[in-house]
């Protein structure tokens, strides 16, 4: 007897004594998903409190200071300026998330702060560290502005004397002009602008 002829059979049999065909099981009903865990919110104790803050300092830095460097990222490889995109989104990222952790009323208080906070580097020890010796921003702004009166104004150097002169190398160290040209001194016309009385940004 072939495989259809015995199927028949047995569902013949199976009327005939009263024998229900056994059915498959049903299926389980699926389990709900578990419940996203909701992320005890806690206060920052001192720590956090900075390390938030250094997180808002690092991604203002990266915003306003990334875009006037790239060109120097395109001299570094093709991917430098990529590797600074992901490096913004990570602090965003980790920041957005540490903010999940906390009380709603502490995105206000960072807010305020973002608007109204001033940051500035503190460096321990003695004013003298090794070669390097610190000076206040208002004190290296006049010895630079009486070097450049006193010096550049009077200045004859062309092309490659530029270069090798020492007021301008040190000029660049402590004061570094918005743009470095080659073979011409850029505080030559800041020394003139000096001279005339003008306010001067280099």
Known sequence: MDDSKMANFAEMMAKKYGIRKAEAPAPEPERPPEAVPVVERTKPNKAENFFMMDLMILKNSLAVRGGAVEDRLKRVNKYARRDLALLFALVNKIQSQLMQTMPESRWEYYST?????????????PIRQGRT?????????????AVM??????CLKTGK??????IRQTLLEVSPPTEIQAFRCEYADAA????NGKDVTI
């Not at 702060?113 to 020890?125: E, K, S, T």
């Not at 000076?135 to 502005?145: F, G, T, V």
């Not at 003139?192 to 001279?195: D, H, P, S």
Request: proline letters at 2%; aromatic letters at 2%.
């Open 192 to 195: 003139g602008q000096l001279i």
């Open 161 to 166: 004397e530029v270069e090798s002169c020492p």
């Open 113 to 125: 702060l973002a608007r109204n906070g001033r940051y500035h580097l503190d460096i321990d020890g």
């Open 133 to 145: 010796v610190l000076i206040s921003d208002i004190n290296l702004a006049s010895l630079c502005e």
């Open 149 to 154: 009166e006193s010096e550049c104004v009077m």
